[in-house]
């Protein structure tokens, strides 16, 4: 997932679609849960 990020981050398009989504208010919230394993 954060290799993905990265890319996302390096990526000129990714950025401008992100911008162009937070200036139109298409992003009102974002919430992500993550789990992780921790039995041995």
């Excluded at 993905?4 to 990526?11: G, Q, S, T, V």
């Amino acid at each position: 997932y954060e290799a993905y990020r990265a890319r996302l981050r390096a990526d000129p398009e990714a950025v401008a679609n992100f911008e162009f989504a937070r200036t139109q208010r298409f992003i009102l919230r974002e919430q992500r849960t993550f789990c992780e394993d921790v039995r041995p």
